[in-house]
């Protein structure tokens, strides 16, 4: 592992606020959430381990509510006991060795009601998000998301989310994973291949009262 590989992003500070553009959604004092810019951050990594071949990118949030009883519901609160589980806001593959970083709205630019188109993209290949879950069934937003779509919790959840942008350095210049591959396909896939990662956080709510 490279105790040197390290990932920055241009937005925030690591750990603070993620602003309000990078976000599926925001705050709205009429109706709780509206839609917001949905910017994928700038990203960028360096001093990768040596014997790189490719690159992955996994956002993901844990905090997200095991129960969607009480998401979004005037009148009650998503209790912090609740258990959370893994929400996949990114997951790209296949990012050449060549390519360090990822401009801002290069992976997404605004809200694309069914999804980005998953796939072969300039800066890699991208699998489904979460959102694909989210939406399912919903005649005017259902589809496969691909790449980026940022964070949009419950409005009405108790804890603060975190956002986690690892970048994991490979040892084989493509994972084979192709079609709707998931967050979770790509971390059993890549065990193996797995040389280094690092890690960058930001927080994010649609509470007005955290």
């Not at 291949?193 to 649609?206: A, D, E, I, K, R």
């Amino acid at each position: 592992m490279s105790d040197s590989f390290t990932v920055k992003i241009s937005g925030w500070a690591d750990g603070a606020p993620i602003p309000a553009k990078y976000a599926f959604g925001k705050m709205d004092a009429d109706t709780q959430v509206a839609l917001s810019k949905n910017l994928n951050p700038a990203i960028s990594w360096d001093h990768p381990p040596k014997g790189t071949k490719s690159y992955v990118i996994i956002c993901h949030d844990p905090d997200v509510p095991s129960s969607g009883e009480d998401v979004n519901q005037e009148g009650k609160i998503v209790p912090a006991t609740l258990p959370r589980v893994d929400f996949y806001h990114w997951v790209l593959i296949d990012i050449p060795a060549g390519t360090t970083s990822i401009n801002k709205g290069a992976a997404s630019s605004g809200i694309t009601p069914k999804g980005k188109a998953i796939g072969a993209k300039p800066y890699g290949i991208a699998g489904i998000n979460s959102y694909t879950d989210w939406f399912a069934g919903d005649a005017d937003m259902g589809g496969d998301y691909g790449d980026y779509d940022g964070p949009c919790p419950p409005w009405n959840d108790s804890i603060m989310h975190h956002y986690h942008f690892t970048v994991y350095a490979l040892d084989t210049a493509s994972l084979g994973l192709t079609g709707r591959f998931t967050g979770a396909d790509v971390i059993k896939q890549m065990q193996k291949h797995l040389l280094g990662q690092s890690s960058y956080m930001g927080t994010y709510s649609l509470n007005p009262d955290l």
